[in-house]
């Protein structure tokens, strides 16, 4: 394999990786921004348009870098909106339906606090641009942890039926994070550039939920046997619903100017 | 009232009226009323933005719309706070206006029917906002001038994004000139009625012009806005729905066409055509949120009792 | 005005009534089929189905016959799938959303009664083919008003809570009903050819529904002072997510074969 | 035991078994399992392509699939009605299957991606079934069989509709033959699997065969799928996703590779990409329906206690 064979490949590899993240972080954006206007309070309203924004300005930059590396000349519209499903590849968990409230925010807890990991390895990696974009996450990223996980300890102490809908909420979101940690060519391949474990990640994230959860009273399960395989472009039927709203205008009027 | 002689002296001075300060209580129900409404107004308003959002075309604008409904949000919780310095419950206003006993601004109970909706809310209806806000930066009242001052940079900021907005569209397409013909077309009769009824009908102004709470008439701000807007229309390249516009050499300034008051005051009361879907919207959405407001208020008890901690 | 200006003139306002009809009974059939595998019984699902697929035939002949009016060689499914919000001319009522069971056959009634009323005119008028449409239409259309009539009393009389959620569901949908009779210029146009008084119409209407009215125990109400617009183009928020949905495949995938 | 004797004599002989007809109780119980679980799969059946109903591409298409999904409503409810004479109530078997009580066919716990997978499933997964259900319409218990003849007729028609859908996107863009080869490749192995595990590990089937419920053994009729299908899909000219499939001069069959059963376990025990929506879909509108079929019951109660008139 020449050198130039072997770059590229790596090209493959880290464009996979960074539109799995450029992916996940626009649908969680999108998501989220149903809420608008409709939240329980005017404050939630706020805290939850800017995590919104935080991912969509994450998306941003990983799509932007995406289509960089891709080098076809397109940009982080033509990625995000002329794109359909099985050309998709965010993790499954950022998709699924917003639910109510305790299930909104356990679902974003689960993928905020993995997307905390993913961006720890980046910012000890290599890539230099995708770096830059981790560190400049990171605090976000913090935040938005802090804030979903402040509400699950909130709902799981606060009256009978929020900690009921906390448990309902973890059931029906749980099952989707076996997918952060199955087996996964596209990141095992990015050694050594960014070194991820799957194996350690899993580890670690279970220690990093494990407090959060206790002082939810949500009782700890195990890593279930379902696996869902939107991070391979193979989605939940969520998504296309979400793709036709979201992409109306640039499939409706090709070539315009916004 | 020897009180309430001084109280005007205050102000006829122009100095500020602060929370701990005496006034006479019209003038604190004036404001109270004024002020929640326009709260309410933001509040309401997140609504037909909000619905393009997840419509935007693209990134830059989504995030743009996004913090624009989110900056709405924000007023709304300035205002409802500045309004709470006048001895009111917040949550109490919210539920008047849940139970339509309080109003909003009608031109929220415009529907957003295609993108460029979205450009001439910020050019035209934050245009219009900003020419009757900016008057009550000057407000007698301390905590609502400051608020203002705060809330129309903002939204002459988001004035700028919408306008640019349409500028970009005009420079598009042909479908995209004619969407954005489509939403001047229908904005702009109501925007000019955001400026309220004409100074011969218009209740209320002269205690408030005396209070220093309206400075300048509804027919004064709607001319201003009027004389403001018809360049920046002819530089969009658009046209203004209103074969009566024209520039008037003796006054200097445009005149324009008959208002429909009669649509004015259907809207107000209440059979526009989204009033029903804004509050049955925000009404669902506050029944739905009870529990997430009471398990929030439980927790803050509990942790009050545990002195601080929560129990494991 | 030449003779080929006044049909010309004759043709485009037929063209906007043709156009009405077409795009309200298309609204309707797929506000119906958001309900496919998801009402109260198999059975209502069937009915359901059947009054969708009705309603969706008669559109695609109306919506043929459109374009045939409208000389551009455009083809029913361009009709469809390729207008956008401002050029659809159907009754509002049809796109506001399905809420309960109640609420839809609320609409369903209210917009079925008087879409009889307009077969009935076009079946006594001159114009043959709509005629041929109407004659067709007359006898689903009569299935359809007895199928969601019949609902209406049966939740009138079946429990506390059935009774009250169908008032719930008219004070919402009733409304949309003023814009059945509000001036209309396509309609008054028509004549000779097809003649419609919309006074007449409406006190037909009253008269129509009075009876179930009754025996649904539901209050009588004025016409009121509402009044929606889409028979003109101008729509409520709903439409326009109905058409990114319905239209998502058409405009993603331009010169497909299906 | 003399009258099982009897009983399997006249099932020997090719008669069929009426509801009226004494029967044994293991007989009874197996039609019950297996002719709910057929109904629960119509059933369940009509969410995957009912999710393409409102982006139908075309009225046409939109209209055979509406067709479709109601088709398969009525086969839910014959086959319930079906079951219903062997003395057990509708309500309860639908229950049994919201509390997961009951299977249905595991292929509806695959989700719909892409328009094509409305036409694969007419072509692969109505084709299947109708492989698998021919040999009941010749079933010794009658109201099964019945039923079985006219839903098989059925689902011919909706399995040629399949067909045609996929000639046409064939001859379409070359996104469009993709799609109908993306499709292709995630229904292939699931419709394979369609037939249950292989023989060797397939319990029920001696019994079944000697009361005539189960004619044909599963490898038996997979193999005859794959040979049926193999052809059609070189007409539409898609290749199937597996590397092993050749024909075998030897046998006159088509030879296919390793089915992976550790996916259909998975997915039987209901941890499928769909188990999970599918029944918190049908529990939902189950409960929100409650409603609604109270009303009627109610409703249907007075007007019998009222001599067939409601009150006014």
């Known amino acids: 394999m020449s050198p130039t064979d072997s770059d590229s490949d790596h090209n493959k590899e880290l464009l996979c990786f960074v539109l799995r993240l450029g992916d996940s972080t626009l649908i969680a954006s999108q998501r989220l921004a149903e809420w608008a206007g409709i939240a329980p309070t005017l404050e939630e309203d706020i805290a939850f348009a800017n995590v919104a924004l935080d991912l969509l300005g994450q998306a941003r930059h990983l799509l932007s870098y995406a289509s960089q590396l891709e080098g076809k000349g397109q940009s982080e519209d033509d990625l995000a909106f002329l794109r359909d499903v099985n050309q998709f590849y965010n993790y499954t968990i950022v998709e699924i339906p917003n639910g109510d409230f305790a299930q909104t925010c356990a679902k974003m807890y689960l993928f905020t606090t993995f997307l905390m990991l993913l961006w720890d390895h980046i910012a000890r990696g290599a890539d230099q641009e995708l770096k830059a974009i981790a560190q400049k996450s990171i605090n976000e990223t913090k935040y938005h942890i802090e804030h979903f996980g402040g509400w699950l300890i909130r709902l799981g102490n606060g009256t009978t039926y929020s900690a009921d809908r906390l448990k309902e909420a973890f059931e029906y979101t749980w099952p989707y994070v076996s997918e952060f940690f199955s087996p996964d060519p596209c990141i095992s391949r990015l050694a050594p550039t960014i070194e991820i474990d799957l194996a350690v990640v899993q580890n670690l994230w279970l220690e990093e939920i494990s407090p959060t959860f206790l002082a939810a009273k949500l009782p700890t399960i195990e890593i279930s046997r379902f696996i869902s395989n939107g991070k391979i472009g193979l989605h939940s039927e969520h998504l296309g619903h979400i793709l036709a709203e979201m992409q109306f205008l640039q499939r409706a009027y090709p070539g315009g100017r916004w | ?312």
């Open chain 2, 1 to 312: 009232n020897e009180r309430e002689v001084e109280f005007n002296g205050h102000i006829a001075e122009g100095n500020f009226v602060e929370p701990a300060d005496w006034m006479p209580e019209r003038y604190r129900k004036t404001l109270i009323r004024q002020m929640s409404q326009h709260a309410h107004s933001e509040v309401v308003g997140m609504l037909p933005e909000g619905n393009w959002i997840l419509r935007a075309p693209t990134l830059k604008r989504k995030a743009i719309l996004i913090a624009k409904v989110q900056d709405e949000a924000g007023h709304g919780l300035y205002l409802y706070s500045a309004t709470e310095t006048l001895g009111v419950d917040r949550e109490n206003l919210y539920e008047d206006l849940l139970a339509g006993r309080a109003k909003y601004s009608s031109i929220f109970n415009y529907p957003t029917l295609n993108w460029a909706d979205v450009g001439v809310i910020g050019w035209l209806v934050d245009g219009a906002a900003i020419m009757n806000q900016v008057p009550l930066t000057r407000c007698s009242y301390g905590p609502y001038a400051r608020a203002m001052v705060r809330i129309c940079k903002e939204e002459s900021f988001h004035q700028r994004q919408g306008f640019d907005l349409l500028l970009q569209m005009m420079q598009g397409t042909h479908e995209q000139k004619e969407m954005v013909q489509d939403a001047v077309n229908r904005w702009w009769w109501p925007s000019l009625m955001m400026f309220g009824p004409e100074d011969k009908d218009s209740v209320h102004s002269d205690e408030s012009k005396a209070w220093g709470i309206k400075r300048i008439s509804n027919d004064e701000l709607r001319q201003s806005f009027v004389d403001a807007t018809v360049p920046q229309a002819e530089l969009l390249g658009i046209t203004l729905p209103d074969p009566d516009l024209k520039w008037d050499e003796n006054t200097g300034h445009y005149r324009f066409g008959k208002i429909d008051w009669d649509e004015f005051w259907r809207v107000v009361s209440g059979d526009g055509l989204c009033n029903r879907d804004r509050i049955a919207t925000k009404k669902a959405a506050w029944r739905e949120g009870a529990w997430v407001r009471e398990a929030a208020q439980a927790y803050a008890r509990n942790l009050s009792n545990n002195g601080g901690k929560h129990e494991r």
